[in-house]
C-alpha cells in the first residue's frame, strides 16, 4: 500500500514541475491545462457521488486551483527577472561602448 502514496506524490511532483515548466516557457495557455483538468476531474467526482459538498471537498480544489496558479506565477516572474537581468547587462554594455 506504500507504493500508492509514494506514486501519489511523485506524480504531484511531476505535476508541479510542468505547471512551473510551462509558467517559465510563458506558455500562458498550457498553464491553464492542468488547472481545467483538476477541475474537470472535481466536478465528474462530485457528478459521480464519489465527492460530496462538504467543506473539505471544496476547500481542498480551491487550494490546489491556488497553488498551481502559485506555481505558474512562480515560473513566470522567475523568467521576467532573469530576462530583466540580461537587459540590464546589455543596456550596461552599450552604456560602456558609447564611452
Known sequence: ??????????TL????CFQY???YRDYKK?????PLIFMGLVIYFIIKGTME???RDILMPFSVLFMLAGVWS???ER???KINKELDKMKAKD????Q
Not at 498550457?30 to 492542468?34: N, P, Q, T
Not at 552604456?95 to 558609447?98: A, D, G, K, L
Open 53 to 55: 459538498f462538504s467543506v
Open 13 to 16: 511532483v511531476m505535476l508541479g
Open 79 to 81: 523568467k521576467q527577472k
Open 1 to 10: 500500500m506504500d507504493w500508492v502514496y509514494i506514486s501519489s506524490f511523485v
Open 74 to 76: 512562480n515560473g513566470y
Open 21 to 23: 515548466y510551462f509558467g
Open 95 to 98: 552604456q560602456q561602448s558609447i
Open 30 to 34: 498550457l498553464g491553464w491545462v492542468l
